[in-house]
DNA sequence: TAAAATACTTGACCGTTGGTCGAAAATATG
DNA sequence: CATATTTTCGACCAACGGTCAAGTATTTTA
């Protein structure tokens, strides 16, 4: 019967992120939903920052972990199919309503300071994963670049650019433009097979 | 003498910003560095916040204004020199140490409430602009590209997402490698002649 | 097992903050 | 000059993030 107080304090803050904007949520509501006290709080954590950067983090590690699992139940394993899995394990739900996760929850609050965290957390924890798979790509002959970490970063750090709902505040219309540019983008910038980025813009 | 209080909570509030962190304004500080009573801020602006976003919205417009201006200077006057100067007039004093601005001040905070509203700032400030510019190529013939107005805001996205040291925090090598796939980046999605935006990463 | 040491828990408390407010001062209006 | 309107002000407030001494549980020691 360990019961992990730090988790408990992860979980609240998780759910109250999903509820309300960041910056109603104070460290005795937090405590409070914990259901613990908030002194215990700062023996788990130094700041309350520091608890919103953990959760953030584990979000994104999440998703990495989910592209995992998927890479086990798959026959597909080229590099490309293996990135458009990663993609799509971190952004699918953004745009399908009904199974909406952490990472849409986030981007819907109005908060600045959520966004700006996510962006980095996303490259830190995304872009070493695509890192290895463009390195696979080049391997198989299907990317080219010389520059696969920068590449790498670049690509996480526009793509969460995209999904950033508050940055470009318009209608689905522009962002699908907006996702076929990427695309071509891509294609040109890892010179793989045109169409070999379609699936970011075009309905499953 | 009509002194405008307005303009002096924004001179005060720029000052202060580019000597402390934005966390440790308070707005008795900004007050009292405005020489004025705390209750007149919120006679002339709503919040704390809203003070920032003028701030950072000024400072966006004179870099568009000094590009204006430079524009009267020239014999150059093609779209592409165009959006040399314009890009130049936004990032130029990031690389340089000597004439710090207010723009390469802002970025060196570590507050993440700045950075996003930057970002949403430069696209809204600078897009626009970019936009008829990309047009004008268009017309021109030296630029090929069916959405000028979302390939602009992606571009200056992705530019400022660059500019920002607290996202790569990385060694200026990783930088100059990113500023060139982002050259190559431009010239394929605007279909430019090659070497059209080096000077991205060529120095001067 | 008792005692001592360590790890964990707590909520009252603190300093500071963003923002309010009624009143005073300045300015405009007639 | 009197009245109305705009501007200025700082004492004040509620709420916040964070601290802390004092307690309780758990483990270690002998």
Redo the contacts between chains.
């Keep these: 019967m360990k019961s992990d107080k730090k988790e408990l304090i992860f979980d609240a803050m998780e759910k109250l992120m999903s509820e309300v904007p960041y910056k109603d949520i104070s460290v005795d509501v937090i405590a409070k939903k914990a259901g613990i006290g908030k002194g215990s709080i700062y023996y788990y954590f130094k700041s309350k920052d520091e608890i919103l950067y953990s959760v953030i983090e584990r979000c994104y590690r999440r998703a990495v972990h989910e592209y995992f699992e998927t890479l086990h139940t798959s026959s597909e394993n080229s590099a490309l199919a293996k990135i458009k899995k990663l993609f799509q394990s971190v952004i699918k739900r953004d745009f399908s309503g009904n199974e909406k996760n952490m990472l849409i929850t986030l981007h819907l609050h109005d908060d600045?300071?959520l966004?700006?965290?996510m962006?980095?957390a996303a490259?830190q924890e995304i872009s070493p994963v695509l890192t290895e798979l463009l390195k696979e790509g080049i391997n198989e002959g299907s990317i080219k670049t010389d520059?696969p970490?920068?590449?790498a970063?670049?690509i996480v750090?526009?793509l969460t650019?995209f999904l950033d709902d508050?940055?470009?505040p318009e209608d689905n219309n522009?962002m699908l433009?907006?996702l076929k540019?990427?695309a071509?983008?891509l294609e040109?910038?890892l010179k793989t097979e045109p169409g070999s980025f379609d699936f970011l813009y075009k309905a499953n």
Tied chains: 1, 2.
Excluded: D, P, R
């Design positions: 600045m300071t966004h700006h965290k962006k980095c490259i520059t970490k920068e590449s970063e670049i750090a526009v650019f508050t940055v470009f522009s433009i907006k540019i990427l071509g983008v040109t910038c």
